[in-house]
């Protein structure tokens, strides 16, 4: 059996029982408490137990506290998915969305996020989903217009003369008044 790794020396087993008294982070203070018993004496197995883990995941305490001491044992908040657009293919969209799309080049007289994702993949080999592409936009500063549905055979005077007329912006309506008995 491997010999155990041991622990910095700049901290005591009374430092580590002070800081994790100290710490907000719970986490943080059952590892500091484990620690703290491998400095006192204490066993790997007793100090797993009694941090709640197992001994390959005590030991990997264990090495980023001798790492990066205390902070070393605070959970860090995890990078996530890369982003599927870099900066250069985010600024040619941007160029893409700031010029109006050309119906005889393009296609289309507006852009939509179907065709914007399909001039990503065959111009720069990027799949997106309209989703992703979506909130891409959204972080761009973009939002999604839509205009307003409107009858092909409307007249605009015939829908000008059917609107009633709002009261003036002083009057206000009349409550109803409750019967008298």
Not at 170 to 180: F, K, N, T, V
């Amino acid at each position: 059996m491997a010999a155990p790794v041991p622990l910095r020396s700049d901290f005591d087993a009374a430092a580590l029982r002070r800081l994790a008294r100290a710490s907000r982070d719970p986490a943080q203070t059952r590892r500091l408490l484990a620690l703290s018993a491998i400095d006192a004496g204490g066993s790997r197995t007793q100090a797993a137990a009694l941090g709640g883990v197992g001994l390959q995941t005590g030991r990997d305490w264990v090495l980023a506290f001798n790492a990066d001491g205390p902070d070393g044992l605070i959970d860090a908040k995890a990078p996530g998915a890369r982003p599927r657009l870099n900066a250069r293919q985010r600024e040619a969209l941007r160029a893409l969305v700031e010029q109006e799309p050309m119906p005889a080049i393009h296609g289309v007289v507006r852009w939509r996020l179907v065709d914007l994702v399909q001039i990503l993949f065959e111009d720069h080999g990027v799949s997106v989903s309209q989703q992703t592409l979506s909130r891409v936009q959204r972080g761009m500063g973009y939002r999604k217009l839509s205009a307003r549905p409107r009858h092909h055979a409307q007249d605009p005077q015939a829908t000008a003369a059917f609107k009633k007329p709002s009261p003036p912006a002083g009057r206000r309506s009349r409550r109803p008044q409750a019967a008298s008995r």
